[in-house]
């Protein structure tokens, strides 16, 4: 496909559906997905022409000011999912299953998946693990609920691995994470997030997979790439990561404004002419 074909293939497309985004991995597309977090920044990731935006739990870190994903609760989730939801006319909205939403099975799962479709407006949950979840996918998916899953660096288990660290490092770790990913497909997962492995293995993974994967810091060969909202726009100043390709420095450039603001108000320079000889 050219780059023509495809930006006229996405043209059309007016809210974007699983199937699109299993066309665009049949073609040989990309996918854009990146992690939006409330109506304002939804309104900006349609304009952009984002294919996915994903209410990820890392909005507990990015958002809440928590440490790990672990504190941020389902009711939450939803508050949020709700708000991106009200933003967006054109990206799929993909909502993460918040820790402790899923990990006691398949009904519980369904019980929290319903919700975050019925009360927040997303199209698709996301949840992490390999075979260990496979019942539950199987049972979404059999319910009508379109799942993504996430291997590789899953911050859910940040306590078991030890930080948030690199995935997959040796060739059984890596083996593994393709037998996971193969077990999810078959599952019935409409594609997978990879996150924090080799770029090899997620080459080797994009070529074994039916379905998207789409990856962080998983090297230039997957199917489509994702980035956290934060990191992408230089949100946080100062922080920089090896997998992140930051756009902007949207968080000096916010600071400055502000700084400007205050020296104004502080120094009376606040009004415009327009405003001072308003009656
Ligand atoms: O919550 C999140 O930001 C994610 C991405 C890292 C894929 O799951």
């Known amino acids: 496909m050219t780059e023509t074909d495809q930006s006229v293939a996405r043209k059309?497309?007016?809210?974007?559906?699983?199937?699109?985004?299993?066309?665009?991995?049949?073609?040989?597309?990309?996918?854009?997905?990146v992690t939006v977090y409330n109506y304002s920044s939804a309104l900006m990731a349609d304009a952009a022409g984002v294919d996915v935006a994903l209410v990820g739990d890392s909005i507990s870190m990015m958002e809440l000011g928590y440490k790990t994903v672990l504190p941020v609760t389902l009711d939450e989730m939803i508050h949020h999912v709700r708000a991106v939801s009200r933003g967006l006319q054109h990206a799929l909205l993909l909502?993460?299953?918040?820790f402790?939403?899923?990990?006691?099975?398949?009904?519980?799962?369904?019980?929290?998946?319903?919700?975050?479709?019925?009360?927040?407006?997303?199209?698709?949950?996301?949840?992490?693990?390999?075979?260990?979840?496979?019942?539950?996918?199987k049972r979404l998916v059999e319910s009508g609920i379109p799942v993504m899953g996430h291997l590789g660096l899953t911050p859910q288990s940040v306590h078991q691995l030890g930080g948030h660290r690199a995935q997959a490092q040796d060739d059984a770790s890596a083996e593994k994470l393709l037998e996971d990913a193969l077990a999810l497909q078959q599952a019935g997962v409409w594609g997978i997030v990879l996150e924090m492995i080799p770029a090899e293995l997620g080459r080797r993974a994009s070529d074994a997979l039916q379905i998207p994967v789409i990856g962080i810091g998983a090297g230039p060969f997957c199917?489509?790439?994702?980035?956290?909202?934060?990191?992408?726009?230089?949100?946080?100043?100062?922080?920089?990561y090896r997998h992140v390709k930051q756009y902007a420095c949207l968080g000096e450039e916010a600071v400055s404004a502000l700084r400007r603001y205050t020296a104004d108000v502080h120094d009376g320079n606040f009004h415009t002419e327009d405003d001072r000889t308003q009656r």
Do not use: C, F
């Open 223 to 240: 199917d489509g790439q994702v980035q956290v909202w934060h990191d992408l726009l230089g949100i946080v100043p100062g922080k920089k």
């Open 12 to 33: 059309r497309i007016k809210r974007v559906q699983i199937p699109d985004l299993a066309a665009l991995k049949k073609n040989g597309g990309r996918i854009a997905m």
């Open 100 to 137: 402790g939403s899923y990990q006691s099975g398949p009904e519980q799962a369904m019980g929290a998946a319903v919700r975050l479709l019925k009360e927040g407006g997303a199209q698709s949950v996301k949840l992490e693990g390999g075979r260990s979840v496979a019942p539950t996918v």
């Open 95 to 98: 909502a993460d299953m918040p």
